[in-house]
């Protein structure tokens, strides 16, 4: 089984920056995707970012160029990068993770694809 937890969010202001941490354990398995997606109270779940087991990135439009995925492999780590944070970020973020080789961005709008979850961690972004 795979457990993964999420740490990282905050309160700050529009332009700020925050970086998301998702420590995963358990066999995560040497094909899979990553992926951060958030949600809004109200609001569908929204797929944020995606990543290949040995590279390849999507983003939602609405961050391209804001947010970063990465991963420390040695330590089982998922980070999200967000900087020029907006108020519309706000949301609770989840951590998840997908045992199959679909393409990155189809992933990004498919989140039922993706099968363990983190409990989320909590972003809110003041303007």
């Known amino acids: 089984q795979v457990q993964l937890v999420e740490s990282g969010g905050g309160s700050v202001q529009a332009g700020g920056s925050l970086r998301l941490s998702c420590a995963a354990s358990g066999d995560i398995g040497r094909v899979y995707r990553m992926g951060w997606f958030r949600q809004a109270p109200g609001k569908e779940r929204e797929g944020v970012a995606i990543?290949?087991?040995?590279?390849?990135?999507a983003y939602a439009d609405s961050v391209q160029g804001r947010f970063t995925i990465s991963q420390d492999n040695v330590r089982n780590i998922f980070y999200l990068q967000m900087n020029h944070l907006k108020p519309e970020d706000t949301a609770m973020y989840y951590c998840a993770h997908s045992r199959t080789n679909l393409p990155v961005g189809v992933l990004l709008r498919n989140s039922q694809a993706f099968g363990n979850w983190g409990q989320g961690t909590q972003v809110t972004v003041s303007s």
């Open positions: 990543s290949a087991t040995y590279g390849g990135t």
